[in-house]
């Protein structure tokens, strides 16, 4: 995997149309020129999108942030202040005529860097994260990675691509880079309790924000701000919350499932603002060994939470969570491994001190698109499942034409759903609905 | 005519007293329009001498001698039952049997945290936890516009004063840990986890797990040199920074060695770590599954203008 510094910066150089001098990625060292910075661009200024160029900075390495876009510019400028002010101008160099703003806005401030951070909502990814690998960039992406087939299959494209360009890509499911998981499901992996047999995963809690509509928003503004809502931007919670808990089934299962049935709709979430996405999911993933894995997602106000991973062996039981739990259990109630819950590091800051660790020392180490997309993919596969009340086939799943995506990205253009005269919105009806 | 006023004016005379003299006794205050009630119990004022002499810890030194007034105190540690009708505007307007009202409907709510902030330990009885203090001080904000009653969180001193319930040892019980197993949840034996509310036996002036369970917070900024410049009347060092601020008792994963009367524990930005926004939340400590808090109502409320000010301002940003 490993390339040498020579063939990485060359690979980069070609990549980004031939210009080495200026736009090197020799960090101050043996024989190379002193005093050059990685150059950062942030696609997607939220919370998120600031959270993880604090955490690139964090990581001490010579980086620094040129170019932002995002959608909305309050967005964009509620995300410069608190970077420009925990690390300066030094760090941060980002004038007006490298903050972009509107749908296009990416092209251009991904053209102004060496490193991207993809962070919008997740129906973008898959056009930003083509447009990255097409422009040779480093990326660290956001999860999930799409929101319906349709974007999975543009994904999985970039991924060989990336592959083939030697372009490191991780993606921010960070339980990867959680050393609770690592260590746990290694021990699983080396059959510690057996062959894994069956497993239940969950995120179920009381849900998230929700930004009220404002007169003077279009359609498409109100979609894009209350974008948890909206199956083209989201992808409901199965897969913009849930897909961490699938995605370690599929980790400790080490491939996806190949089919899908379950039942979901919308019970305590019913109100206009919470536009089309069910409150609760409940999937069985059938593995093609025949294993059964549960799956359960909900955003029930009041009810008991529960955010975790369970899994049977042959030899005993696993238990896992982001909580840094990480615990192997024999049938006879014996702990065969508990990891040590104290002093974990931080899985988000841990995500980029590898990846920029590998970037400035000009390593190709990453390629987390395609899990990313398939973990993803299994989400969606879950949501096809439950909205159209059918067992669908990962084979169709991936297949489907249905593509969620607005023809046209405009603030005047219409989404493809669009509310009913008291401002509800239609929503999926098992049975009834075709997804596939 | 008459006899439709005189009752009037006896329930107008009847309210006005109790507004201007409560009945200064235990009561149970439910949060109008749900099932849900919490427990509060008088503590008269009086004055104590806070602090530690015998302790190794340089900020709870000196001893030095508090007058603190009247207050009510939460009997129990603010459990989820009532927290997370704050937590989610949907969740009231789901459980109330009456309308909220504007201005509990205007007001500002936590945003909902992307962890389960229960860390899987449960909720029913179970003391709310993860909380900011900022977050503490609007879940007072709520109460105050659901119940009318200036509630708030314990100063330092209050706090102390009434975990000692007139004792100078280093528990309220004596000086040997070894008896608190009967009082408290600890490191000893609560499991790694919060415990449901009064299981354990209270306090004398009726306060259960005072010692142990969650962390407490408390009104001032931590500032381990304070007792050295302390007023005596009623004391608080306002709190200006978000770090460090003070919190009391010690929690379900405090060894019982480390829990005392006089201990002063505060926050710590780790607290927030594993936040992956920025700014960070200003409601939600992620990796703190041990802070809680314990209500406050003085029997003498401040101004109306006070009371407002205290619950709106503005929060730190935190990043």
Known sequence: MKNTRRDFIKTSALATGGVLAANSFVIPGAYAAPETHLKLALIGCGGRGTGAVFQAMETGHPIKLVAMADAFRDR???????????????KVDVPEDRKFVGFDAYKNAIAEADVVILATPPGFRPDHFTEAVKQGKQIFMEKPVATDAVG??????????????????????????QDNYRKTIAKIHAGEIGDIIGGQVYWNDGGVWVRPRKPEQTEMEYQMRNW?????????????????????ANWVKKGYPIKAEGTGGRMVRTGKEFGEIFDHH?????????????SECRHFPGAANRVDE???????????????????????????????????????????????????????????????????????LGRYATYSGKVITMDEAINSEINLFPDTLAWDATPKLVPDADGFYPHAIPGKTVTV | MKRVVVPVILIGLLAFYIIEKPLFEAYSQKIPGTPVTFDMTPIEGGTFEMGSSSSLNSDEKPVHKVKVDPFWMGTHEVTWDAFELFLDKNYELAISE?????????????????????FGMGKEHKPAIGMT???????????????????????????????????????????????????????????????????????????????????????????????????????????????????????????????????????????????????????????????????????????????????????????
Not at chain 2, 98 to 118: H, K, N, W
Request: proline share 7%; glycine share 6%.
């Open chain 1, 76 to 90: 964009l400028d509620g995300s410069l202040k608190p970077i420009l002010d925990k690390y300066g101008a030094e």
């Open chain 1, 152 to 177: 999975i299959r543009k994904v999985l494209k970039a991924a060989e691509e990336a592959k083939a360009k030697k372009l490191n890509v991780v993606v921010g499911l960070q339980r990867h880079y």
């Open chain 1, 228 to 248: 948890y809502y909206f199956n083209w931007l989201c992808g409901d919670h199965i897969t913009e919350q849930h897909v961490h808990n699938i995605d370690v």
């Open chain 1, 282 to 294: 409940t999937v069985q993933f059938t593995y093609e060994d025949g294993t059964v894995i549960h």
């Open chain 1, 310 to 380: 369970t899994f049977q062996g042959t030899k005993g039981t696993a238990y896992l969570s982001a909580g840094n739990h990480g615990v192997l259990t024999d049938y006879t109630g014996k702990k065969l491994y508990e990891h040590d819950r104290e002093n974990n590091v931080n899985p988000y800051q841990q995500e980029h001190n590898e990846l920029w660790a590998a970037l400035v020392n000009g390593e190709y180490k990453f390629a987390d698109a395609e899990n990313g997309a398939r973990s993803t993919m299994t989400s969606i």
């Open chain 2, 98 to 118: 009456e309308p909220i009202g504007e201005i509990v409907d205007g007001l500002t709510r936590p945003s909902l945290p992307y962890l389960d902030m229960t």
């Open chain 2, 133 to 319: 203090q900022y977050g503490a001080i609007q879940f007072c904000h709520w109460l105050y516009l659901k119940t009318g009653f200036f509630y708030r969180l314990p100063t330092e001193a209050e706090w102390e004063y009434a975990a000692r319930a007139g004792t100078n040892t280093k528990y309220f019980f004596g000086d040997d840990s070894a008896n608190l197993d009967v009082y408290a949840w600890t490191a000893e034996n609560s499991d790694g986890m919060t415990q449901m509310v009064a299981k354990k036996k209270p306090n004398p002036w009726g306060l259960y797990d005072i010692y142990g369970n969650v962390l407490e917070w408390t009104a001032d900024q931590y500032d381990p040199e304070f007792y050295k410049n302390s007023p005596a009347n009623n004391p608080l060092n306002p709190a200006e920074s978000l770090y460090p601020r003070t919190v009391r008792g010690g929690s379900f994963k405090t060894p019982a060695e480390e829990i005392s009367s006089a201990k002063r524990f505060f926050n710590d930005p780790k607290w927030k770590q594993l936040d992956p926004q920025i700014p960070k939340s200003q409601w939600w400590f992620p990796e703190a599954p041990f802070i809680g808090l314990r209500l406050v109502r003085p029997l003498n409320p401040p101004s109306p203008e006070e009371i407002n000010a205290y619950y709106t301002a503005a929060p730190i940003a935190d990043y």
